[in-house]
């Protein structure tokens, strides 16, 4: 009877320190883990660390090169990796970041006028979840 209560009480504490070790890797996926695009273009890094964006990259051209980078690519992972690095710069300022939502917001209400809304609604989407 004893062996058969350690036994539980092992597989216990197996599933508790495995749970937890799970849960030490975790972070906001979309923000910390980058997104494997090959060489195709996005925003510069310098280091793909998410705290690390290129420092000598000038804010005020973050939204018009997200967009550049978006229209010219429609590889949805291409989209998820320059929204991820464009989330991260637009941290440093709120201006910035707000201009840029406003930005992609007026491009896909304007793409679902043209009946072609559906990249440019995820990538709405998928810069207000970063």
């Known amino acids: 009877m004893k062996s058969h209560a350690f036994s539980r009480f092992a597989v216990g504490v197996a599933a508790l320190v495995l749970g937890f070790s799970t849960l030490s890797l975790a972070g906001p996926p979309m923000i910390c883990h980058a997104v494997n695009i090959g060489s195709a273009q996005?925003?510069?890094w310098v280091?793909?660390?998410?705290?690390?964006?290129?420092g000598s990259y000038d804010l005020i051209n973050l939204s018009q090169d997200t967009l550049s980078i978006l229209d010219s690519n429609p590889s949805v992972l291409v989209h998820m990796e320059t929204l991820r690095r464009a989330t991260i710069y637009a941290r440093q300022d709120s201006q910035i970041a707000k201009q840029l939502l406003l930005r992609l917001h007026a491009r896909a209400e304007s793409a679902s006028a043209d009946g072609k809304g559906a990249l440019a609604w995820f990538d709405v989407g998928y810069l207000t979840e970063t």
Not at 49 to 54: I, T
């Open 47 to 54: 280091d793909l660390n998410y705290r690390k964006g290129s």
């Open 42 to 44: 996005t925003l510069p």
